[in-house]
Every structure is written in structure tokens, then in C-alpha cells.
């Protein structure tokens, strides 16, 4: 079993910045992605970053592209999403999540999700 927990959400105003991680335990050699998801209120939940866990190749949602990076830290079991240039529209929950598939952007091919941390963009 994949233990994943989020933290690092808050209230932040319009054009600041966060940075959310998301530490990972248990087994983790059969998960080849880790991924950042983000739930509003009244909406599905929505694709928002991947990263392969080895090689490190990542995908982006068009509407968050340039303004959130994901990255990873191996030797730390961790993942980060460093948000900057944040909007009122950024306002959700996020998830982390791991999957056993090559950084797919659907929620269906994730296996592991977190708890989530919520972020706040205020205007």
C-alpha cells in the first residue's frame, strides 16, 4: 500500500505564490508517476501536473502552464508543485496522486490519492 499526504495549502492573494508537496510511503516501486490534481467547489476534478518518477518527464494543464512547475525530490519520496502568478480561479482542493502508467492525464489510471490541502487565491 502507497501512503500519499499533501500539505502546504493556504490563503494566498491574486499574483502570489505557494509551493505544495506531497510525501509519499510505503511501496513505491511499482509507481511510475506522481501527479497534482485540484477539486473546486461545484466542479470534477481537474488534471493539473505530472512527473515520472525516474526519467522526470512531465505534463501540464493548458491553464495552468507556465505559472505551476511540478517537481520531484527521489531520495525525499516527495513531490512539490510550486504555484506563482496564482489567480482566484486557482482556488481548489488539491490531490496528489500516484499511478502505475507513464505520467497519464486521466484520474481513472491513478491508484494512490491523499487527503488533499486546500488553496485559497483571493482577490
Known amino acids: 500500500q502507497v501512503q500519499l499526504v499533501e500539505s502546504g495549502g493556504g490563503l494566498v492573494q491574486a499574483g502570489g505564490s505557494l509551493r505544495l508537496s506531497c510525501a509519499a510511503s510505503?511501496?513505491?516501486?511499482?509507481?511510475?508517476?506522481m501527479a497534482w490534481f485540484r477539486q473546486a467547489p461545484g466542479k470534477e476534478r481537474q488534471f493539473v501536473a505530472a512527473?515520472?518518477?525516474?526519467?522526470?518527464?512531465?505534463k501540464y494543464a493548458d491553464s495552468v502552464a507556465g505559472r505551476l512547475t511540478i517537481s520531484r525530490d527521489n531520495a525525499k519520496n516527495t513531490v512539490y508543485l510550486q504555484m506563482s502568478s496564482l489567480k482566484p480561479e486557482d482556488t481548489a482542493v488539491y490531490y496528489c496522486?500516484?499511478?502505475?502508467?507513464?505520467?497519464?492525464?486521466?484520474?481513472?489510471?491513478?491508484?494512490?490519492w491523499g487527503q488533499g490541502t486546500q488553496v485559497t487565491v483571493s482577490s
Open positions: 512527473i515520472n518518477w525516474n526519467g522526470g518527464s512531465t
Open positions: 510505503g511501496r513505491m516501486s511499482s509507481v511510475y508517476a
Open positions: 496522486a500516484g499511478s502505475h502508467y507513464s505520467v497519464p492525464r486521466g484520474e481513472t489510471l491513478y491508484s494512490y
